[in-house]
């Protein structure tokens, strides 16, 4: 068996399947019955494994999904929302400030470019100056921003890792593969 699917986790092997289900490669039922067998005592709980193994699934047609799912996540991490890093969308989704405040310190921040003061007030400062919110909760905010997003290589879940290590490696929480760093970091 190819080593790239011998060589998956249990969960991660249930996760390929999954997709080959929803890809109609292997039948709802089929998947189960195999699932059933990966979960006994003794048994090596590879499920993608087994599918192959009992000629239900094609090893061709799981290699090609492991391959269109690498595709996607990579295009995936691609696009890391900048936004999602933005200060301000941080805030917001922390309910630290409302939109219209935070409206409010950007209308701000661009009147002051218009102007050519220099420097630019920071938004941080701006939403503290005016009351928006806390200065614990800006530096709060900031710690959020500096996290490392780490993608899974198979599942593309992501994972902000606050004290993120080059040479560590990090493991899916929701499958258990590897996780990948974007080579770009658009937005920090
Ligand atoms: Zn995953």
């Not at 002051?112 to 630019?120: C, D, I, Q, S, Y």
């Not at 290590?165 to 258990?176: F, M």
Request: a positive charge; glycine letters at 8%; proline letters at 5%.
């Amino acid at each position: 068996m190819n080593p790239r699917i011998s060589a998956l986790s249990p969960r991660a092997a249930a996760y390929v399947v999954r997709l080959a289900v929803e890809k109609r490669l292997v039948s709802a039922a089929q998947a189960k019955a195999c699932e059933e067998e990966a979960a006994k005592p003794g048994a090596a709980g590879n499920v993608a494994a087994l599918l192959i193994g009992g000629g239900f699934l094609r090893e061709s047609d799981a290699l090609r999904l492991l391959d269109d799912q690498t595709t996607k996540v990579r295009s995936s991490m691609q696009s890391v929302p900048t936004m999602d890093r933005h200060i301000g969308a941080i805030l917001i989704g922390a309910g630290a400030v409302k939109v219209a405040q935070l409206e409010a310190a950007l209308a701000e921040q661009a009147k002051e470019r218009a102007a050519g003061t220099t420097p630019v007030s920071r938004l941080g400062e701006i939403l503290v100056g005016r009351g928006y919110c806390t200065r614990d909760q800006v530096l709060a905010a900031l710690a959020e921003q500096t996290k490392v997003i780490l993608t899974c290589s198979l599942c593309g879940t992501r994972w902000p890792q606050a004290d993120y290590q080059p040479d560590r490696t990090y493991a899916c929480k929701s499958c258990g593969e590897p996780l990948v760093k974007p080579e770009t970091k658009p937005g920090v």
